[in-house]
């Protein structure tokens, strides 16, 4: 049972970058997926979510408009798409998934935005 992200990096401000999340080991299309980020010396906060019926939800204008979140069940994928990124997004960025009490976590994907 793994979730596996990538696509991380370092970007300039007004960049874009596109996060992946790889699902295995589990009914990947059963789930309500979302990503988290953790900056530095912060808490981990929700960014965005999918439900398995693909109803979005983001976090708060700081990210609506600029981020999308997308999932493909058929690959067991996950994705965030990131545009007109920002210092401010510069953070560890994990993906999770959730069906009833049961969570997943991915390792973390570093993505750092230079001004």
């Known amino acids: 049972v793994q979730l596996q992200a990538s696509g991380g990096g370092l970007v300039h401000a007004g960049g874009s970058l596109r996060l992946s999340c790889a699902a295995s080991g589990f009914t990947f299309s059963s789930y309500n997926v979302s990503w988290y980020r953790q900056a530095p010396g912060k808490q981990r906060e929700f960014v965005a979510g999918?439900?398995?019926?693909?109803?979005?939800?983001y976090a708060d204008d700081s990210v609506k408009g600029r981020f999308i979140i997308s999932r493909d069940n058929a690959k067991k994928m996950m994705y965030l798409q990131m545009n007109d990124l920002k210092p401010e997004d510069t953070a560890v960025y994990y993906c999770?998934?959730?069906?009833?009490?049961?969570?997943?976590w991915g390792q973390g994907t570093l993505v750092t935005v230079s001004s």
């Open positions: 999770h998934a959730n069906y009833r009490i049961l969570k997943r």
């Open positions: 999918m439900s398995r019926n693909n109803v979005t939800e």
